[in-house]
């Protein structure tokens, strides 16, 4: 599945060897290595400072949709697809108070829940919730699976949003990917990948397994605050030294109305 990636993608180019400016620019090297933050270093060297700025820059990162057990994080998780997190937070108190559990929620009519999940987009979204927990209810003894294969049964669950469940409810290590850890990894060059799979692949050859769910959240923080889709702020993105595809200028952030 190719990741749905509306904007301009800046993916940085050769394997491994080049001379990168701020504005992209390669010019093949001698020795392999290319010149970033001042000095050579190899790809493995540059790779591993960018992931050092990351956790440096995001120490606190982690999620920021509100759960408080498996069965939230599913249905927050299900709900924040191509919707944002605020918007979720904003619905699911009321959701979770009228349906406290997948045994609650597996009995709930779709015409009651929807209009409380509206906002978020999507009447599917209300159905499959309802779907995931009846299977819950019937198959898992109303408890949410911890495992990939089981989660990826649920109605309305792929594998990032297992992944998310894993990592988030379970502490499994697992690296979800979403657009903005796709587009973000692959920006900085830390991966060079066409579809989310192939990312995910990569980055967990990449990240130590420990750091899988941190990194998640590094990326996605990363990616909202600074290395956005349209107008990333490379003017004031602290890995701009040693990402290829930085661009001087391109970032200015909006100029206020006087
Ligand atoms: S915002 Fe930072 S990570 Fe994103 S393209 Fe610009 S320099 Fe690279």
């Not at 491994?16 to 392999?32: A, H, L, R």
């Not at 899988?212 to 349209?230: F, P, T």
């Amino acid at each position: 599945m190719r990741a749905r990636e509306s904007e301009e993608m800046m993916v940085p180019s050769p394997k491994g060897e080049g001379f990168f400016g701020e504005c992209g620019m390669t010019v093949p090297s001698p020795n392999g290595k290319g010149f970033f933050g001042g000095g050579f270093m190899t790809e493995q060297e540059r790779k591993q400072r960018i992931l050092q700025g990351l956790e440096e820059t995001y120490p606190t990162a982690g999620p920021e949709l509100h759960f408080t057990n498996p069965y939230e994080t599913l249905v927050a998780t299900i709900l924040s697809a191509q919707c944002t997190d605020q918007q979720v937070n904003r619905v699911t108190p009321a959701v979770f108070a009228r349906y406290p559990d997948a045994d609650s929620m597996a009995a709930a009519d779709p015409e009651e829940l929807f209009p409380m999940v509206k906002s978020c987009g999507f009447r599917s979204k209300a159905g499959n919730i309802i779907a995931a927990c009846r299977m819950i209810h019937e198959k898992h003894g109303g408890q949410v699976p911890d495992s990939r294969e089981e989660l990826m049964e649920l109605p309305g669950v792929g594998r990032k949003t297992a992944n998310v469940v894993l990592s988030n409810a379970f502490g499994v290590p697992a690296f979800a990917v979403d657009t903005h850890v796709f587009r973000v990894s692959n920006r900085l060059g830390l991966c060079r990948a066409d579809t989310v799979e192939e990312t995910e692949r990569q980055m967990t050859e990449l990240i130590p397994e420990e750091k899988w769910g941190k990194a998640h959240h590094w990326l996605i923080w990363h990616g909202r605050r600074v290395c956005r889709a349209q107008r990333p702020l490379c003017g004031e993105c602290t890995l701009k030294e040693w990402c290829p595809s930085g661009r001087e200028g391109a970032a200015e952030p909006a100029k206020k109305r006087t």
